[in-house]
Each structure stands twice: as structure tokens, then as C-alpha cells.
């Protein structure tokens, strides 16, 4: 705490005092060069002091040298401050290798006070006891072109600690694109301390870690991190760039580890991760926009909960991104999926819960009790759209309104499975099931979709034991128990639209109820077949079909007299008009006749159709399998005389 102190009180000095007898600004041009070396160079036609001394200033544009200056004073000559002052033009500092070093009680520092971009391009570069501090512009360490892999910063000891702190005002950047190794007898440690943003982008070897207490840290490149422990605080982020791998333990002390890409891409982090307060992985991009894959594939251990969620820094959520955790964990707390997505491939022993709209995946066991919330998801597979089983070994709790994805594969005939020790209610839960093969199954393939060791509750919502289920264009019969504690899907011969709707309307409520075209289960007069055609309930003596006569006026006849009309629900699919005589159309698997006329003997009558009138009757404007028809009786004007209409269906 008293060494950043200094700096406050240093800052203040800098920005409003006359210059020290050791602090020099560039004026660079006086000499008629760009070297450091030549007194001319620097305001008062004052010479560096090397050796811990100069405090050097970088004011205006740079004159004559177009923002550059170049180091000549010699190798690793130390200076105690490189300042960038308020106003000052965007420089590229370059030349020997310094050494940035404390002067007594005070440590060395760079600062950024424009707001300009400041670049620092030595060969070499000796941190010792130094601060970083991106306070009005960002700081860009970068290697020359020609020493891009040669390029190396130096953590130094020296009497104020082996540390190199990072700090700067919110959103700027320090950028270290060179290689960071360890001192002379240092186990280099970066402090990074302000709400600034430090991006480390290349492979480093510093071992003494990262200590995130504020801002961001971005390891852009593999091994980035070196090899010391990471830890991440409260209000911190850590954050993986651009598909890079980490290997170093990582402790999340309340921060937030982060996948943040451009857009797509993943990351890993492979080494232990243990979480010693409630801390948060997110699936965002940081800068806002994309989304983001991670994995973790290193052991968590901890007692404190995790949270996976998909929010960035300003708590705007960035959906889709997904977290694979493929190792074997001991983390014994909650880990919550806020409306992200897990894929748990290896073995976890946390309590998982699933909120928010979140999905929970994988081929893994989890150990601790799970459960999944309304409006989430269970999903088992390595990840989306493969078939696998995820296994449950401390039970899980599925709310009514939580969804299911089952796929199954016809292709190879394997299946999405939750492998749950201990009892299941699966009460209100939504099964959405997929099938990924292109073949139809030849009947009957069984699919296992759940087993339980205990006892299980409830059904899934609107699918009743042994009824049909459809999807893919393949048929499938659901039971609850086959074996005393599974459930399966069993494909059955694909059947005719009535069949498919006698399986769910009849046989799936009374197992014993005759399903033929011709059978009348409720003994109401009207047949199974008839039922469906006019959309009747066929265990209902009350509900026929929608078919109702009215007397209205048409306008085909020119006049305002009322005829007699007939509107029936038929079945969807073919949109032509009624045709011939008498009128006939067929629709899925029904032929429909239209018949009239003005006894009850003949019905030979002219019928012509109308538009629907249907006044009273239930509206099918969303009814995805019905719609109505009406038909005129053509001697029918001013309703002279008697007339009749009728309906009649036959198998085509």
C-alpha cells in the first residue's frame, strides 16, 4: 500500500511541479538526431543520468522525429521513470535495452498521461520493482519485427519485491507482446491492479503467477499465464483469447474465469482450478459481441459455488456458447447453469442445477443431486446432436415444464440416454425427441431413453403410456416401464393418418376400445372413421364432429333470400375444391361426398361450394390438421319446398 501511495503523490508532482534536477523532457531535434545520447535532444540541452536517476518525459508531438527516439546510452543503463505526459503525440521508443529500476523508496515506473498510444519496442527490457500504468492512453510493449522471438521483459527483484504491477484507468490497455521470463533470482509475479485490461500475448515463462485483483487479464496466446498460480479476486476477470490453452493452476478467489472470443473459437484450461469463494465462469465475449466454447479439462476442487453463465462485462448476456468439462472433479459445492450450456464429459462431485434456460449435456457422471428448472434443458451427448448417456448417480429433479432432448439414431440404432440412480418424476416434463439417422428403423428397434434404479413418477406431458409418437416421419410407441425401470421408444410400422389418430385418441385412453374405420366405442351412431373426419372425440357420445346446417344467404343467386348450407371440418391437405357429381374431394386417406337434394331417397340434387360460413361454430384458424368447408343446395332459394344436405365418408 505505501508503494502506490508514492505513485499517487509522484503523479501529482509530475503533472504540476517544475522538473527535477534528474527529469528531462524529449525535445528531439536539438541535436539533429533521435538519440538519447545527445544532450540537444532534451529540454535544457540536459544530459540523461543514467543509473537509477532520469525521470523522462515524452511532451508534444516529438519535433523533427516524427514520435520516435532511440536509446543509444548503452546496455541495461537504468532509469527510474518513463512518463508520457498530458498532450504528448503517439512515440515508439526503441534502442539499448534499459533497466527500469526504484530510485530508494520509490519504484520505477511507465506512464501513459496522454491519450495518445504509447509503444515501447526495445530488444530487451528489466522490470524492477516497476509499475505499469496505463492512467490516460494504452501501453503497447511489443517486440521489433526482426527480434519477434527474441524479444524478452525481464521481472527483476529488487529491494520493494520481485512484483511488476499493472494498473490504468477503466477499459485501457497494457499490452505485453513480448516474452516475460523470471529475473536474476526472481520468481516473477504479476500484480494487476487497476480496472485496466492486461493483454499477454505470447507464450511466457514467468513463474511466479498472476494476482488479478481488478480489470481484466487476457492470455491471448498458449502459456501465456506462465507457470505460477493465477488467482482471481472479487470484481476480476481472467479471461482466455483466441483458442488458447493454459496449463497453470488457477484459483478463483470470487472472480470470473472467462472464454471470451472475437467470435466463436475455444479455449482450455488444463491445469487445476480450485474455487475458494462463489465465483463465476462466463461464456461471452468480452468485448460484447459473439459467442464463446471453453473447456475445461484440469480437476476443480473447492467448497464454494460456480456459476456458468453467458454475460459480459456490462452484464449483457451473449447466448450460445458452450463449457465442456471433461476431467474428474472434486469441487463439492453447487455448480449453477444460468442459462448457459454444460457439458459435464467427465466425473463431477457438485450438486448441479440447471435455471434460467440453461442446458446441461454431456457423457459424464455427476455424483452431487441435480436438478433442472422450468424452461431449461436436459440434453445427454458429448455435445448437441450426438447420442449418449449421462449418468446420475445422486438422483435428479426435473420440474414440470423442463425439456427433454432425446435424440435417437436410426442409423446405428443408439440413443440419448439419462442413466439415474435412485427414484425419477419426469411429472410435466416436455420430451422433444430427434432423430440424427437417415434410415427409416425396421420394426421393432427399441430405444432406451431413461433407467432409473427406483421408482418412477409421472409421464411426460401429452404423452400417455403407450401412445404414438411422431417425429422424423417415423412412427414410435412410448412406454414407461419396459423392464420394470426403463424407458423406451419402440418404432412401429408407419401407419394412415387415421390409424396414427385411433393409436392417440382411442387406444392410448382405452386400451380395450374397438379402433377399426367401423367401430363405435362410445355408441353414439357414428363411426371411428366418421369421427375423425368431421373431427369428433370417438369416446364422446356428445361430440359427433363439427357439421352444422344453417340457412343464410350466399349472394350466388343474386337476391338477399336465405338457401340451405352445409359446413363440415375436414381434414387438411388438399386444397382443391369439392368437384363432380355428386361433389368429392379426398383428403388423407377419407374421400368426402357432398350430397343434396329434396327428399330423403335420391339426394341427386345440384350442390355447389360456398365460401365457409361459420357462425358459432369453434375456430380451426390454428388447427393444424382441420379446416371447414361449406356447400350450397342450389334449389334451395327462398327455401321453397323441402331440401336436405348431407356428408359422407368412405375409406378411398
Not at 21 to 35: F, H, I, K, L, R
Not at 67 to 86: E, V
Not at 392 to 415: K, Q, R, W
Not at 503 to 524: F, M, W
Request: charged share 10%.
Amino acid at each position: 500500500m505505501k508503494t502506490r501511495h508514492h505513485l499517487v503523490v509522484l503523479a501529482a508532482a509530475i503533472a504540476t511541479s517544475t522538473l527535477h534536477a534528474n527529469e528531462v523532457t524529449w525535445d528531439g531535434g536539438g541535436g539533429g538526431s533521435w538519440d538519447w545520447g545527445v544532450a540537444e535532444n532534451w529540454t535544457g540541452d540536459t544530459a540523461l543520468e543514467t543509473n537509477n536517476n532520469s525521470i523522462i518525459h515524452f511532451a508534444g508531438d516529438g519535433l523533427t522525429t516524427g514520435g520516435n527516439c532511440w536509446n543509444n546510452t548503452g546496455n541495461y543503463n537504468s532509469f527510474h521513470q518513463i512518463i508520457f505526459d498530458a498532450g504528448a503525440a503517439s512515440f515508439v521508443v526503441q534502442g539499448d535495452p534499459p533497466i527500469l529500476s526504484p530510485n530508494g523508496s520509490t519504484g520505477s515506473f511507465v506512464v501513459n498521461n496522454s491519450s495518445n498510444d504509447q509503444t515501447l519496442s526495445f530488444y530487451r527490457l528489466v522490470f524492477s520493482g516497476a509499475t505499469l500504468n496505463a492512467a490516460e492512453g494504452n501501453l503497447y510493449f511489443n517486440p521489433r519485427t526482426s527480434e519477434i522471438n527474441n524479444e524478452y521483459m525481464y521481472i527483476d527483484p529488487s529491494s520493494l519485491g520481485d512484483d511488476l504491477r499493472v494498473t490504468g484507468a477503466a477499459g485501457k490497455i497494457v499490452a505485453m507482446n513480448g516474452i516475460i521470463t523470471n529475473g536474476s533470482g526472481s520468481t516473477g509475479r504479476i500484480l494487476q491492479e487497476g480496472p485496466n485490461i492486461l493483454k499477454l500475448g505470447r507464450t511466457n515463462s514467468f513463474s511466479g503467477g498472476v494476482v488479478i485483483s481488478n480489470g481484466v487479464v487476457e492470455a491471448q496466446s498458449s502459456g501465456a499465464l506462465g507457470s505460477g498460480t493465477s488467482v482471481v479476486q472479487t470484481n476480476a476477470w481472467l479471461s482466455l483469447q483466441e483458442s488458447s490453452v493454459e496449463t497453470n493452476p488457477v484459483t478463483l478467489a470470487g472472480g470470473t474465469l472467462g472464454f471470451h472470443f472475437n467470435n466463436g473459437g475455444s479455449g482450455n484450461y488444463q491445469g487445476p482450478i480450485n474455487v475458494t469463494a462463489s465465483s463465476t465462469v462466463s461464456l461471452a465475449n468480452y468485448y460484447g459481441f459473439g459467442n464463446a466454447n471453453g473447456v475445461i479439462s484440469g480437476s476443480i476442487s473447492g467448497t464454494e459455488d460456480i456459476t456458468v453463465n453467458t454475460l459480459d462485462r456490462s452484464g449483457t448476456p451473449q447466448p450460445f456458447g458452450k463449457l465442456f468439462l471433461t476431467g474428474v472433479s472434486t469441487h463439492s459445492a453447487n455448480l449453477n447453469i444460468a442459462g448457459s450450456s454444460v457439458f459435464i464429459n467427465g466425473t463431477v462431485d457438485s450438486s448441479v442445477s440447471v435455471t434460467d434456460g440453461g442446458q446441461l449435456g454431456g457423457s459424464g457422471t455427476i455424483q452431487g443431486a441435480a436438478s433442472v428448472g422450468a424452461s431449461s434443458f436436459l440434453s445427454p451427448g458429448v455435445d448437441n446432436f450426438n447420442t449418449d448417456t449421462l449418468s446420475f448417480t445422486g438422483g435428479i429433479t426435473l420440474a414440470a415444464g423442463a425439456t427433454y432432448y432425446a435424440d435417437i439414431n436410426s442409423d446405428d440404432a443408439s440413443s440419448d440416454v439419462l442413466n439415474v440412480t435412485g427414484n425419477l418424476d419426469i411429472t410435466g416434463v416436455v420430451l422433444t425427441p430427434t432423430n440424427l439417422g437417415t434410415a427409416a428403423p425396421a420394426p421393432p428397434v427399441v430405444y432406451t431413453l431413461a433407467t432409473y434404479t427406483g421408482t418412477l413418477t409421472g409421464i411426460f406431458a401429452g404423452r400417455p403410456e403407450n401412445s404414438l409418437v411422431i417425429f422424423g416421419g417415423q412412427h414410435f410407441r412410448i412406454n414407461y416401464a419396459t423392464g420394470g425401470n426403463s424407458i423406451t421408444l419402440t418404432s412401429v410400422v408407419s401407419t394412415t393418418a387415421f390409424q396414427d389418430w385411433a393409436n392417440s385418441e382411442i387406444a392410448a385412453v382405452d386400451p380395450l376400445a374397438n379402433t377399426t374405420p367401423g367401430g363405435d366405442p362410445d355408441k353414439d351412431g357414428s363411426s371411428n372413421l366418421a369421427e375423425f373426419a368431421f373431427r369428433g372425440d370417438p369416446l364422446s357420445g356428445s361430440d359427433q364432429g363439427l357439421v352444422r346446417m344453417f340457412t343464410a344467404d350466399t349472394s350466388l343467386d343474386g337476391d338477399t333470400s336465405p338457401e340451405l348450407l352445409l359446413t363440415i371440418a375436414i381434414r387438411k391437405g388438399n386444397p382443391a375444391a369439392f368437384s363432380g357429381v355428386p361433389l368429392e374431394l379426398a383428403v388423407d386417406g377419407v374421400v368426402y361426398q357432398i350430397q343434396g337434394g329434396t327428399d330423403l331417397v335420391s339426394f341427386n340434387g345440384s350442390v355447389t361450394e360456398v365460401s365457409p360460413v361459420t357462425d358459432g361454430m369453434p375456430d380451426l384458424s390454428a388447427d393444424p390438421d382441420y379446416e371447414y368447408r361449406s356447400f350450397h343446395l342450389d334449389s334451395s332459394n327462398g327455401l321453397v319446398g323441402r331440401g336436405f344436405l348431407r356428408a359422407v365418408v368412405q375409406n378411398p
